[in-house]
T-cell receptor, first 114, second 115 residues
Framework: GNSVTQMEGPVTLSEEAFLTINCTYT??????LFWYVQYPGEGLQLLLK?????DKGSNKGFEATYRKETTSFHLEKGSVQVSDSAVYFC?????????????FGAGTQVVVTP | DTGVSQDPRHKITKRGQNVTFRCDPI?????LYWYRQTLGQGPEFLTY????????KSRLLSDRFSAERPKGSFSTLEIQRTEQGDSAMYLC?????????????FGSGTRLTVV
């Protein structure tokens, strides 16, 4: 079946540091890939997405590129802020789940210190 | 548009009691999903509605769980004879027909604690 693997957290960074969160997936065909962010006490928010190979999703300074050859969708940000402290989830929607079911990774907590 | 609303935000119940959660999706969204999130894990799919029809259920949804979406508007998730293993965050999400390609809108969740 489909699965998503993320790097374990917490990831602790200083403000303005470079952030990378690794995400790899297992799925048949060409799934759609997503990054969601969850701030404390809030629901998950869609951060960015990519629906086909080599697509780059971007939002709020975050980027991720859909790499079919390495089955990866790593999240990056060049200069993090304290406000980026949150839990980040990588997710996929399989090709047979066109109605919308998402498979999530376990999440990676990011802590940014001033 | 106030987003997806879930009620209550927190629920503490004794083992063996029944609980019911409510989800109000974004009004124009015809698709509604329930997920469960345990501590340190990502959300796991429970069930999916398109309008009032429940079209998909995970095997995680045991016989003690039932979900409804009368008239294709709000949805309820009921857990009967709660067990300590049911303690989790229950998340509701909604999307329009185009939603799966663009992601859902999630509610803030209902945190259930079974004591």
């Amino acid at each position: 079946g489909n699965s998503v693997t993320q790097m374990e957290g917490p990831v602790t960074l200083s403000e303005e540091a470079f952030l990378t969160i690794n995400c790899t997936y297992t799925a048949t065909g060409y799934p759609s890939l997503f990054w969601y962010v969850q701030y404390p006490g809030e629901g998950l928010q869609l951060l960015l997405k990519a629906t086909k190979a080599d697509d780059k999703g971007s939002n709020k300074g975050f980027e991720a590129t859909y790499r079919k050859e390495t089955t990866s969708f790593h999240l990056e940000k060049g200069s993090v802020q304290v406000s980026d402290s949150a839990v980040y989830f990588c997710a996929l929607r399989g090709t047979t789940d066109s109605w919308g079911k998402l498979q999530f990774g376990a999440g990676t907590q990011v802590v940014v210190t001033p | 548009d106030t987003g997806v609303s879930q009620d209550p935000r927190h629920k503490i119940t004794k083992r063996g009691q029944n609980v019911t959660f409510r989800c109000d999706p974004i009004s124009e969204h015809n698709r509604l999903y329930w997920y469960r999130q345990t501590l340190g894990q990502g959300p796991e799919f429970l069930t999916y509605f398109q309008n009032e029809a429940q079209l998909e259920k995970s095997r995680l949804l045991s016989d003690r769980f039932s979900a409804e979406r009368p008239k294709g508007s709000f949805s309820t998730l009921e857990i009967q004879r709660t067990e300590q293993g049911d303690s989790a965050m229950y998340l509701c999400a909604s999307s329009s027909r185009q939603g799966p390609n663009y992601g859902y809108t999630f509610g803030s969740g209902t945190r259930l604690t079974v004591v």
